[in-house]
């Protein structure tokens, strides 16, 4: 049975730092990887889906990177800003078009 | 604590035809939304439910989809009549607060 894991379950850091949010999964027959970000009484927002078959995907300060071998992705984030401020869903889909299994979350306060 | 559930897992229909989806929230939680993800394409915000009130549904697609949650507890997204576009992940997640939504592992509907 697939399980995701996101460490840490919070962080809080000052404006301006590089940070890495952590994901990880046991069962590595992955069909893809997605990155969520969530914010306060607001729907989700899908950031970057990173294919099996891939080992990065980048979007302006974001980069998530795939080590299906080891069972882990990263969400690195450049220059934080406080509007980066959210908790951060990682979520992995094991067959085509079918169900996500979640990882719990990452809250990611970015303090001015 | 049991987490959020959705009936069925998977739901195979024809065009014309008519489909109900359920989600079970997790106990006490009184937000509720609906997502669905179509052909692989990223996740979309459908609505939001505050115990049994529609607090946005500004992501619902056309007047042929439905959402109710009488009593504030289970809510069911009924599709009436379905198009082959329908096809895709429904998802449901549940909160407390404006934080931390819980998501289920979605209904797989196909539409023929």
């Known amino acids: 049975k697939q399980e995701v894991t996101q460490i840490p379950a919070a962080l809080s850091v000052p404006e301006g730092e590089n940070l890495v949010l952590n994901c990880s999964f046991t069962?590595?027959?992955?069909?893809?990887l997605q990155w969520f970000r969530q914010d306060p009484g607001k729907g989700l927002t899908s950031l970057l889906l990173?294919?099996?078959s891939q080992r990065e995907q980048t979007s302006g300060r974001l980069n998530a990177s795939l080590d299906k071998s080891s069972g882990r992705s990263t969400l690195y984030i450049a220059a934080s800003q406080p509007g980066d401020s959210a908790t951060y869903l990682c979520?992995?889909?094991?067959?085509?078009?079918?169900?996500?299994?979640w990882g719990a979350g990452t809250k990611l306060i970015i303090k001015p | 604590e049991a987490g959020v559930t959705q009936f069925p897992s998977h739901s195979v229909i024809e065009k014309g035809q008519t489909v109900t989806l359920r989600c079970d929230p997790i106990?006490?939680?009184?937000?509720l939304y609906w997502y669905r993800r179509v052909m692989g394409k990223e996740i979309k915000f459908l609505l939001h439910?505050?115990?049994?009130?529609?607090?946005?549904e500004s992501g619902m697609p056309n007047n042929r989809f439905l959402a109710e949650r009488t009593g504030g507890t289970y809510s069911t997204l009924k599709v009436q009549p379905a198009e082959l576009e329908d096809s895709g992940v429904y998802f449901c997640?549940?909160?407390?607060?404006?934080?931390?939504?819980?998501f289920g592992p979605g209904t797989r509907l196909t539409v023929t």
């Open positions: 997640a549940s909160s407390v607060s404006s934080y931390e939504q819980y």
């Open positions: 106990s006490g939680h009184d937000n």
């Open positions: 439910f505050v115990k049994e009130s529609k607090q946005d």
């Open positions: 069962d590595s027959a992955i069909y893809n």
């Open positions: 990173i294919q099996s």
């Open positions: 979520a992995v889909e094991m067959d085509s078009n079918y169900q996500l299994i």
